[in-house]
């Protein structure tokens, strides 16, 4: 029971950062049609943003600030490069794809040149660095359950403006009529671009969140990007459902087996053994609903 | 015709490179080359032909490798023919995997390759009975029947063997273009939908050309364990598999020698590159992306593109971004080296990354260079 409760409230927490990944890339991929393999990368600025600004301001801003930052950067990098890209119109995305994997190759380095090759102290505020509450012995932490809050409202947040707001109507119009939204008055190459940020920001926000919860190192992009990708395919491509979703399961279940003595040795390969079953038995993914 | 003297250079050039480059460096470096050219125009038989961005083209080479050692230790087969059995466990392990990569197209390939990637790479590493763990596995190739005195032991020895699997994998490839199921391939790559429409399954064929890339890929592998008698887990990585994306994309995707183009590159940057400068990745990685953004044709390309009004505009671009790498560079040296003090010499100069003279230099040239290639 004890066993069974922490992992659960551990895994979800981990699934809940996943989930903030992953909400931001599969919303640039369903609404630009870009796999953006640099996603991850943001992530990883987030947090060393952060890192920087809590040295000078405190966390707070910096919670406030990074994202701001990294999605800017994110910004700038569609008006300046994926817009040029994009232009070509080569087949299905690959040009953009590829550019967002160098993009990924440049700021693994860029980091390293900014803030080194070891893993930076980036902590926990003073005020989340307790636990909240005990249970059987067993402090589970306050930061924990703050990931938790934010998570759980970032989802909120982007359920109300795709479903409830007019800006979330004309971004999905953009989507699928871009020539009839154009004519409307819409500035669509400002839309893709600021769907690029905003998607930059989610995972700068979740580079905030989680860099100090786990390491804030270089090799933190690598860590959760191919897991961030199983969980959108698992989910379902393009699905904010079912991202969420498969983040909790791969979540739990990655926790729950770290936790258990025979299984802890295969916990690396579940989130992959995931999807290889997914795709067997469900290639559209759980939550998805266009067979690609 | 314009193919048939390419062939021709291509062969001469495998043949007499060795005269040309004797050293050992010159030696390891050109076997290095022929090994990294079969994987790469592998590479491209998913990217160029078929349009398929794979993530996990390493999980091929590697582990033929992998099974070219265990085959090399076991001594059941003349050395010569140890790389064929790399061969063999590529397409084995494509015939597996590619089953469930080929279902999808375009972006989910890519994640799926980039997931299965990761899942054979992580596999490595819980089973070092067959791996090897962290030191891998080693063997000798200097061993059993040396008919006509052919030990495999000098490196020049290694290398026509590499040059021949080259000329012959090459040319295999190249006849692949032109069959009819190369063909379906690029209408594959081009237009999947109408290829279903006309009565093929456009899955089987992006399939057929998994499996055939992962056998030229794991001989590839097989050559490269011959090469270093050793392999470990390493081969398997997902920077591997970046890499070979990454190069094949520089020398070119669209033509059928850019892949070889790219390997070389591929080689000078691994071998050479990385050991004049730590941050020869950054410097690869921008160029990929200008690339992909002007010349999205790679290197190959850039011969017809060359106007003689425009070097101009390339050398003002040259001086910038050496205005920038300078910059890097004392970057570099203040973060990672910073116990060897603060001077550093760069293209020949002395720099001092702690004097405001070096960068105000670093910063005048890239500007300068900037303002000139942007002018018309």
Request: aromatic share 12%.
């Amino acid at each position: 029971m004890e066993f069974f409760t922490l992992s659960l409230l551990n895994g979800l927490s981990y699934g809940l950062v996943l989930f903030m990944l992953s909400a931001g890339l599969t919303l640039i991929f369903s609404l630009l049609g870009v796999l953006n393999l640099a996603h991850a990368s943001f992530y990883m600025l987030g947090a060393y943003v952060a890192y920087s600004l809590t040295l000078v301001l405190g966390f707070w801003p910096a919670l406030l600030l990074a994202p701001l930052l990294v999605g800017l950067a994110g910004a700038a990098f569609e008006r300046y490069v994926l817009r040029r890209v994009h232009a070509h119109g080569a087949g299905r995305h690959k040009a953009e794809m590829l550019v967002t994997f160098g993009l990924a190759t440049v700021l693994g380095e860029l980091v390293q040149l900014a803030w080194g090759r070891g893993p930076v102290d980036y902590r926990v505020p003073e005020a989340l660095a307790g636990p909240l509450f005990t249970l059987w012995g067993t402090p589970f932490p306050a930061y924990r359950a703050f990931m938790v809050l934010v998570a759980l409202g970032m989802w909120l947040a982007l359920w109300l403006l795709f479903t409830r707001t007019r800006t979330g109507l004309v971004v999905q119009a953009a989507l699928t009529h871009p020539d009839a939204v154009q004519a409307l008055g819409h500035n669509v190459p400002r839309i893709f671009m600021l769907v690029f940020g905003g998607g930059a920001a989610l995972a700068g926000l979740a580079g905030v969140v989680g860099g100090n919860a786990f390491v804030t190192e270089p090799g933190m992009a690598a860590t959760v990007g191919s897991v961030v990708f199983v969980v959108v395919v698992v989910g379902g491509m393009g699905s904010l459902t079912g991202a969420l979703g498969a983040s909790l399961l791969i979540g739990v279940l990655q926790t729950f087996a770290v936790g258990m003595d025979m299984l802890s040795r295969f916990a690396p390969l579940l989130p992959y053994l995931l999807l290889v079953l997914v795709l067997l038995v469900r290639p559209q993914g759980l939550w998805g609903r266009r067979a690609d | 015709m314009r193919t048939k003297a390419a062939g021709a250079a291509f062969t001469l050039v495998l043949l007499a490179a060795p005269w040309v480059f004797s050293s050992s460096l010159g030696l390891n470096l050109l076997t290095q080359m022929g090994i990294a050219a079969i994987v790469c125009l592998s590479y491209n038989i998913l990217l160029g032909q078929g349009g398929m961005l794979s993530f996990g083209h390493a999980i091929y080479s590697g582990l033929g490798a992998f099974a070219a050692i265990h085959a090399l230790n076991a001594a059941v087969l003349p050395v010569s023919l140890v790389p064929v059995v790399g061969g063999l466990a590529g397409a084995g392990v494509a015939l597996l995997l590619g089953w469930l990569t080929a279902q999808k197209s375009a972006t989910t390939f890519a994640m799926v390759t980039l997931g299965l990637g990761e899942l054979v790479a992580a596999l490595a590493w819980l089973l070092p009975q067959v791996f090897g763990g962290e030191a891998g596995v080693s063997g000798n190739r200097v061993a059993g029947a040396s008919p006509f005195g052919i030990t495999f032991g000098p490196q020049l020895q290694v290398y026509y063997l590499v040059a021949a699997y080259t000329l012959v994998c090459t040319g295999l490839m190249y006849a692949f273009t032109r069959t009819p199921l190369g063909r379906m391939l690029n209408a594959v790559r081009d237009n999947p939908e109408r290829v279903e429409f006309v009565g093929f399954d456009a899955r089987r064929i992006r399939f057929m050309a998994v499996v055939i890339a992962g056998f030229f890929a794991g001989i590839g592998g097989g050559l490269a364990a011959l090469n270093f008698e050793t392999v470990t887990a390493d081969v398997l990585g997902s920077q591997r598999s970046g890499a070979y994306l990454l190069f094949t994309y520089l020398g070119g995707s669209g033509h059928f020698f850019g892949p070889v183009v790219g390997a070389v590159l591929m080689v000078l940057a691994n071998v050479l590159l990385s050991g004049i400068t730590k941050a020869w990745l950054l410097y690869v990685g921008l160029v990929f992306i200008a690339m992909v953004v002007w010349v999205p044709g790679g290197v190959v390309s850039l011969a017809g593109r060359l106007r003689w009004r425009d070097v101009p505009r390339y050398a003002a671009w040259a001086l910038a971004f050496a205005g920038f790498a300078a910059m890097v560079e004392m970057v570099y040296q203040l973060q990672l080296r910073a116990s060897l003090g603060s001077e550093l010499r760069f293209l020949g100069l002395a720099l001092d990354a702690a004097s405001g003279w070096s960068w105000a230099g670093a910063v005048a040239v890239l500007v300068v260079g900037g303002v000139l290639g942007m002018r018309k």
